[in-house]
């Protein structure tokens, strides 16, 4: 069941790491699926970011010109 028009996605966890999974979620006030989101924004931002800055280093390499050795 999904909320707020977001498609659902199915991942396989066994069971016992699926309920201490739950258990840690609560302690922390949160939702597994929220818990999840959060990871999976982070994750992708870095990565963005992490591309980013390559893509910028890269341009200023460009704008250099090739090596005069």
Do not use: F
């Amino acid at each position: 069941m999904t909320t707020k028009g977001t498609p659902g996605r199915m991942v396989r966890i066994d069971d016992e790491m699926w309920e201490a999974y739950g258990q840690l979620c609560t302690a922390e006030g949160t939702s597994r699926a929220d818990d999840i989101r959060r990871h999976v924004h982070s994750r992708v931002t870095a990565a963005r970011k992490a591309e980013a800055k390559q893509g910028a280093i890269q341009r200023r390499l460009d704008k250099l010109g090739p090596d005069s050795d």
